[in-house]
């Protein structure tokens, strides 16, 4: 047979599990933000140093 706890225990204890969940969701949420922040700046970069950067446009039509 099983060992329960009591039922106030068990809520204690699932209230305590679920505190712990949703600070680690937390966690997740604001790594997430920054990575997509990272990768969003990171894909923005090169398009910004291209057109100021010599040489930095398309080859010129005819080869040169």
């Known amino acids: 047979m099983t060992n329960l706890p009591p039922p106030a225990e068990e ?4 209230d305590a599990e679920l505190r712990h969940l949703d600070m680690r969701r937390a966690a997740l949420l604001r790594r997430r933000e920054w990575l997509v922040h990272t990768l969003r700046a990171a894909a923005q970069q090169p398009a910004r140093g291209a057109g100021n950067a010599p040489g930095g446009g398309p080859p010129p039509a005819g080869g040169g």
């Open 11 to 14: 809520l204690r204890l699932l």
